[in-house]
T-cell receptor, first 114, second 112 residues
């Protein structure tokens, strides 16, 4: 069965500091990978998605970036965090177009920028 | 207008009630319909998956899709306090709709 991991689970960072969140998937090959942000009491905002190694599409221009150095690894980064970057960050893997791109989510990282 | 509209609630019901959660959408290219359940401070988990129109039942949960009305529903029978969560609808299809589009979620509380 497939498993998706995210770490850290919780993070408190000062404004202007760098960020690196990591996501790994087990039990599947060549998955679509996604980063979402969820503000308190709000819906999911798609940030980045990737259909393969080194292939990143950005949905929202901002000070965040994503990379996919390996097939089942997806990293979300920032050089300088802003207060507005606080939120709940979710990684997901998707089954692709053949199955309606059904997505399965990780446990999330709660980021607080102070 | 958003592609997917979902009443945010909050919705409170007594234990044992039948719960109806709904989403409407505007893009006729949507063909795959999903419901996710998200407990507080957790990632969403896939609850139901339906392709095209019709009903699908899984235990106490029934998903309904009416493509002619662009309306989907999730029914929860004999609701339990453990069903208290936020429920997100999601859908995808072909062409411009091939990426999953989420509703904003409905917060449900089942009171014991």
């Amino acid at each position: 069965s497939q498993t998706i991991h995210q770490w850290p689970a919780t993070l408190v960072q000062p404004v202007g500091s760098p960020l690196s969140l990591e996501c790994t998937v087990e039990g599947t090959s060549n998955p679509n990978l996604y980063w979402y942000r969820q503000a308190a009491g709000r819906g999911l905002q798609l940030l980045f998605y990737s259909v393969g190694i080194g292939q990143i599409s950005s949905e929202v221009p901002q000070n965040l970036s994503a990379s996919r150095p390996q097939d089942r690894q997806f990293i979300l980064s920032s050089k300088k965090l802003l207060l507005s970057d606080s939120g709940f960050y979710l990684c997901a893997w998707g089954t692709g177009l053949a199955d309606g791109d059904t997505q399965y989510f990780g446990p999330g990282t709660r980021l607080t920028v102070l | 207008q958003k592609e997917v509209e979902q009443d945010p609630g909050p919705l409170s019901v007594p234990e044992g009630a039948i719960v109806s959660l709904n989403c409407t959408y505007s893009n006729s290219a949507f063909q795959y319909f999903m419901w996710y359940r998200q407990y507080s401070r957790k990632g969403p988990e896939l609850l139901m998956y339906t392709y095209s129109s019709g009903n699908k039942e899984d235990g106490r949960f029934t998903a309904q899709v009416d493509k002619s009305s662009k309306y989907i529903s999730l029914f929860i029978r004999d609701s339990q306090p453990s069903d208290s969560a936020t429920y997100l609808c999601a859908m995808s299809g072909t062409g411009s709709a091939r990426q999953l589009t989420f509703g904003s979620g409905t917060q449900l509380t089942v009171l014991p």
